[in-house]
C-alpha cells in the first residue's frame, strides 16, 4: 500500500525554464509535507516543507504547494539550474508516529 | 556542527551473517530513524528511536532490530543475512523526536553476496 506516490519516475528540463515535480498521497491523517533532494552516495538532504494549515510555502528558487482536497502537492524549482539535478523525494507524516513515508522518487535532469 | 555520521560507508557480506551499523547523530538532537532504500522500494521506515527507546517500527521481519544509547548513537543489527537485504541502510537525526524535519547521514552502502 503505496500512500505516497511519484508518479513519474524522471524529469528533463532546460536550464533556466521551470520544473514542477508531482506528489499524490492516500492519507488523510498527513498533516506534514517534505521534499528532500538526493545525490547519488549522499544521503537525502531536506529541502522544504509545508503544513497542512498552509496552501504554499516559498524558499527562494523553490516553492511547493498543497491542495488539501485532491491530496497533491508539487514542488516549483525556478529557474531550474544544471546544480538541481538529483532525485527528488517527496515525504509525509502525520505528526504522531515519528515516521516520514516517503515516496520513490522522481529523477531530475537539468540540461544546459 | 557535524552532521550525522554513520560507519562502515560499505560492506559485503555473505549470506546467514550478521551484520551491525552504526550511527552517531547531530550534536543535541535525541531521535533516531533508520530507513533502507532499495531501487525498487524506494526508502522504508525501519525504525525511531528516542531517549533510549523504540518508539515505533517498520513492516520488516525480526531479523532488523536496533538500539540507542544514552548518548544517542544508535546501532542497528541485521541477523541472518539474506540477498533481499543488499541496500542503502540510511540514518537520520531530528530534534526532540520530531519526524518533521530529518537530517540524514550518508549511508552504509551493504551488499549481501
Known amino acids: 500500500d503505496q500512500q505516497v506516490k511519484q508518479n513519474s519516475p524522471s524529469l528533463s528540463v532546460q536550464e533556466g525554464r521551470i520544473s514542477i515535480l508531482n506528489c499524490d498521497y492516500t492519507n488523510s491523517m498527513f498533516d506534514y509535507f517534505l521534499w528532500y533532494k538526493k545525490y547519488p552516495a549522499e544521503g537525502p538532504t531536506f529541502l522544504i516543507s509545508?503544513?497542512?494549515?498552509?496552501d504554499k510555502n516559498e524558499d527562494g528558487r523553490f516553492t511547493v504547494f498543497l491542495n488539501k482536497s485532491a491530496k497533491h502537492l508539487s514542488l516549483h524549482i525556478v529557474p531550474s539550474q544544471p546544480g538541481d539535478s538529483a532525485v527528488y523525494f517527496c515525504?509525509?507524516?502525520?505528526?504522531?508516529?515519528?515516521?516520514?513515508?516517503f515516496g520513490k522518487g522522481t529523477l531530475l535532469t537539468v540540461n544546459p | 556542527k557535524a552532521g550525522v555520521t554513520q560507519t562502515p560507508r560499505y560492506l559485503i557480506k555473505t549470506r546467514g551473517q550478521q551484520v551491525t551499523l552504526s550511527c552517531s547523530p547531530i550534536?543535541?538532537?535525541?531521535?533516531v530513524s533508520w530507513y533502507q532504500q532499495t531501487p525498487g522500494q524506494g526508502l522504508q521506515f525501519l525504525f525511531e528511536y528516542f531517549s533510549e527507546t523504540q518508539r515505533n517500527k517498520g513492516n520488516f521481519p525480526g531479523r532488523f532490530s536496533g538500539r540507542q544509547f544514552s548518548n544517542s548513537r544508535s546501532e542497528m543489527n541485521v541477523s541472518t543475512l539474506e540477498l533481499g537485504d543488499s541496500a542503502l541502510y540510511l540514518c537520520?537525526?531530528?530534534?526532540?523526536?520530531?519526524?518533521?524535519?530529518?537530517?540524514f547521514g550518508p549511508g552504509t552502502r551493504l551488499t549481501v553476496t
Open positions: 515525504a509525509a507524516s502525520d505528526g504522531s508516529n515519528y515516521k516520514l513515508t
Open positions: 537520520a537525526s531530528s530534534l526532540a523526536g520530531t519526524a518533521y524535519e530529518q537530517y
Open positions: 509545508i503544513s497542512s494549515i498552509k
Open positions: 550534536s543535541g538532537h535525541r531521535s
